[in-house]
């Protein structure tokens, strides 16, 4: 996931309306950015329905490219809005608090519109029958949704998601970057929320070609998504976070 904005440590007074209305903006963006989130966990693990328009590609290849073209927006509204240069243009536009909860607002919004539109592609790529190996299936998918929302915690969840900013804007309090972080899995991994997504994009007992199609180009847009970030945390931390990126494997130690 794309970093906070970090580009000051002012804060606009404001008055207690303008502070009240950017604290439930922010809460609502929370919201809705969950709501995003949370369809795609468990769509992902096929637990709720995704491509529920009533819409429908005439054929495979046009679903194709719908479902490309989904994901180029996902991409280019996650790219677009993590950059620097965009976050230092929106702020011109609105207080700096609002910020990461207009990227979590959009965020919910765009992967709301990429589930609900998503079209079906047919074919079954794999079907477990064992059902030992069924429950280990569901288990790792499990366990990378619970590694994914550690991670998180760990980063400081309210920072990721909005709420620190808007509830410092609110207590008129100035905000303060929160310094880099290595502790917990981020010892092992400078990734781990991506390898969580990875995880449950991937175990799953009954692999449809739907999901494949969606767990593909999922996978295709973390590893481009990565190297930006990585750009902005080695523009931010500088030589700290070379030092780190030397030592810490990207995903898993030892593999990559």
Known sequence: MNSPLDVSTHIDSGSLSKRFLV?????????????????????????????????????????????????????????????????????????????????????????????????????????????????VIYGLYLFGVIYLLLSTLVTNHFELMGLRQVYLYFRKTPYTPLPFTNKYMYRYSRHPMMLGVLILLWSVPVMSATRLVMSVLFTLYIAVGIYFEERDLNKNFGETYAEYKRRIAAFIPGVY
């Not at 994901?71 to 996650?78: C, E, G, K, V």
């Open 23 to 135: 604290l439930i903006y922010g809460i609502l963006a929370y919201v809705v950015g969950c709501i995003g989130l949370f369809w795609l966990i468990l769509g992902a693990g096929s637990l709720v329905p995704i491509g529920i328009s009533n819409w429908r590609a005439d054929s495979t290849g046009m679903a194709l490219m719908v479902n490309i073209g989904l994901i180029l927006l996902f991409a280019i509204q996650h790219t677009v809005m993590a950059r620097g240069a965009f976050k230092a243009r929106l702020t011109q536009l609105i207080p700096e608090a609002a910020e990461r909860p207009t990227f979590m607002l959009l965020s919910g919004i765009v992967v709301c519109i990429l589930l609900y539109f998503w079209q079906s592609v047919p074919g079954v790529i794999w079907q477990v029958q064992n059902q030992i190996a069924v429950y």
